[in-house]
């Protein structure tokens, strides 16, 4: 069982920025990244590295937003800047373990950006 503990959620005006940190209680070999869920909207994928360092993000928020991972500490970051109301959101970071697959969940963290 491996859990995630999200932080660096907030409010923040319109061409802030915040960064999102999720540090994972055990080692994780796949993918990890974040989703986010804005009311009324289906849950969308932000952005996305596996253990090797590829990379992958949300058109919606390709040049403002970088993800980054560190393995030795089992945590991914999320540095968004050029922050725009519609990224407002709950953010929730994922882990995939491999061998079995599993997929593990943070609890989620509010952003919310004003205009």
């Known amino acids: 069982q491996v859990q995630l503990v999200e932080s660096g959620g907030g409010l923040v005006q319109a061409g802030g920025s915040l960064r999102l940190s999720c540090a994972a209680s055990g080692r994780v070999s796949g993918v990890m990244g974040w989703y986010r869920q804005a009311p009324g909207k289906q849950r969308e994928l932000v952005a996305a590295?596996?253990?090797?360092?590829?990379?992958n993000y949300a058109d919606s928020v390709l040049g403002r937003f970088t993800i980054s991972r560190d393995n030795a500490k089992n945590t991914v970051y999320l540095e968004m800047n050029s922050l725009k109301p519609e990224d407002t959101a709950v953010y929730l970071c994922?882990?995939?373990?491999?061998?079995?697959?599993?997929?593990?969940w943070g609890q989620g963290t509010q952003v919310t950006v004003s205009s």
């Open positions: 994922y882990a995939d373990r491999l061998a079995p697959y599993t997929r593990y």
């Open positions: 590295v596996t253990s090797r360092g590829i990379i």
